[in-house]
């Protein structure tokens, strides 16, 4: 089996969409999150435990790939990673 893969979509201010997708295949997903750390949490609860890693997306661009542990226990932390990161490159696209 492939790496998980959580994308989150940001519809509008404090509505996110998120999936979690193994190559293809969506497993699980639900939208009405209202940050992307709840669209992380959320996600983490639908990927097996024994996975170590899991692919990030947000608003199609990929954001890298974190250890489960680290989004498990710093969930805020990696959101807020993830935000500054899609600012830095959304002047480019």
Same mark, same amino acid.
């Given at each position: 089996m492939s790496t998980p893969h959580i994308v989150i979509q940001r519809h509008d201010v404090g509505? &996110?969409?998120?999936?979690?997708?193994?190559?293809?295949?969506?497993?699980?997903?639900?939208?009405?999150?209202?940050?992307?750390t709840e669209c992380l949490v959320s996600a983490l609860g639908v990927i097996p435990e024994d996975e170590k890693l899991a692919e990030i997306t &947000?608003?199609?661009?990929?954001?890298?790939?974190?250890?489960?542990?680290?989004?498990?226990? &710093?969930?805020?932390?990696?959101s807020e990673r993830i935000v500054d990161f899609y600012a830095e490159l959304a002047p480019h696209l």
């Open positions: 509505l &996110y969409e998120w999936l979690v997708l193994y190559g293809q295949d969506k497993i699980d997903g639900e939208a009405g999150d209202t940050s992307i &947000y608003r199609g661009i990929h954001m890298g790939t974190f250890h489960i542990l680290q989004i498990q226990e &710093y969930a805020e932390g990696v």
